[in-house]
């Protein structure tokens, strides 16, 4: 499974950015699927996760009310909306797959996903 992120850029306080995430190869619809961020000189962290069918989805409470994610099996996609981005949001953000589709209490992990995208830079300056 390839992943390929992008819609990352450069946006003042306050603004918003779509994040999308295409995947290939493998079987994406049955996949659940992560956000992750990783920040200069800190550990990668989650963002949000939704699962196989977008029935279920799971938010960092940094973003929560900020974020919305959701996916198009159709197009093999998944999105990230964010609102009101602040200069603490400025990282790289990675997008990643969980071949077990359903989202639990390691869906917060990085150890639970098993394909990751190469990642998409989010600067948000003040």
């Known amino acids: 499974v390839q992943l390929q992120a992008s819609g990352g850029g450069s946006v003042q306080a306050g603004g918003s950015l779509r994040l999308s995430c295409a995947a290939s190869?493998?079987?994406?619809?049955?996949?659940?699927m992560g956000w992750f961020r990783q920040a200069p000189g800190k550990e990668r962290e989650f963002v949000a996760a939704?699962?196989?069918?977008?029935?279920?989805?799971y938010y960092a409470d940094s973003v929560k009310g900020r974020c919305n994610i959701s996916r198009d099996n159709a197009k093999n996609t998944v999105y990230l909306q964010m609102n009101s981005l602040k200069p603490e949001d400025t990282a790289v953000y990675y997008c990643?797959?969980?071949?077990?589709?359903?989202?639990?209490?390691?869906?917060?992990?990085?150890?639970?996903?098993?394909?990751w995208g190469q990642g998409t830079l989010v600067t948000v300056s003040s």
């Open positions: 190869g493998g079987t994406f619809s049955s996949y659940a």
């Open positions: 939704i699962s196989w069918n977008g029935g279920t989805t």
């Open positions: 990643a797959a969980d071949r077990y589709g359903v989202l639990g209490s390691s869906s917060w992990s990085t150890d639970e996903y098993d394909y």
